[in-house]
């Protein structure tokens, strides 16, 4: 699980690689000329909810991956609480595509 891992770097990438699979289950895969950045401002367009929860990731995981600061317990943290933001707002727009389809 994501909450037990003191590897606070590896466990945002580990919520950014999650989030990846979530926005291709919706149709948004990353592009393999795409940044992290660019993928976020192309999801987040195309996105009804869930645009700051990916924002967020974002900026985490380009500072988990390409800082020379070590990340703490805090951004592991909101990385996590962000990932079930994103997964929780993703189901929303799902249900709420089901019933928009029915009328």
Do not use: W
């Not at 869930?50 to 317990?73: C, I, M, P, W």
């Amino acid at each position: 699980m994501l909450e037990a891992g003191n590897n606070y770097q590896e466990t945002i990438l580990a919520c950014y690689r999650q989030m990846c699979v979530l926005l291709a289950e919706v149709g948004l895969e990353i592009g393999l000329a795409q940044t992290p950045r660019e993928f976020a401002q192309l999801s987040s367009g195309k996105l009804r909810f869930g645009k700051e929860a990916v924002n967020t990731l974002t900026f985490l995981f380009e500072e988990a991956r390409y800082s020379q600061h070590s990340v703490g317990d805090d951004k592991r943290t909101k990385a996590i609480s962000q990932l079930t933001i994103l997964q929780n707002e993703l189901a929303s727009e799902l249900t709420f595509k089901i019933g928009e389809s029915r009328y």
